[in-house]
């Protein structure tokens, strides 16, 4: 009895161990998430809203305009290059 008791409670403190080290990981895997969100958020503000072809210079052109826009963060890209100079509008 006394054995089965010992067994018992060894066993409940390893899943006590178990519990508390994925308590860890938790917390450090959403303070990783937190910090990504964070440097993404940095990311999209310096980036560009249109990445062209650039083996296209009508596309170059475009996307050249676009991205020194002056409120380019508000622009919607309402278009889809189809080939060289040839844009579907949407």
Do not use: C, W
Not at 46 to 51: E, F, H, K, N, R
Not at 59 to 88: C, T
């Amino acid at each position: 009895m006394e054995e089965t008791i010992f067994t018992m409670q060894t066993t409940e403190l390893e899943l006590i161990n178990q519990l508390k080290e994925f308590e860890y990981q938790v917390t450090f895997l959403e303070e990783k998430v937190e910090e990504l969100m964070r440097l993404n958020k940095v990311l999209e503000k310096g980036q560009a809203i249109y990445i062209a072809r650039r083996d296209d210079k009508i596309d170059r052109a475009l996307g050249s305009y676009i991205n020194s826009f002056p409120e380019r963060h508000k622009l919607k890209i309402m278009f889809l290059r189809e080939s060289e100079g040839v844009y579907q509008f949407g």
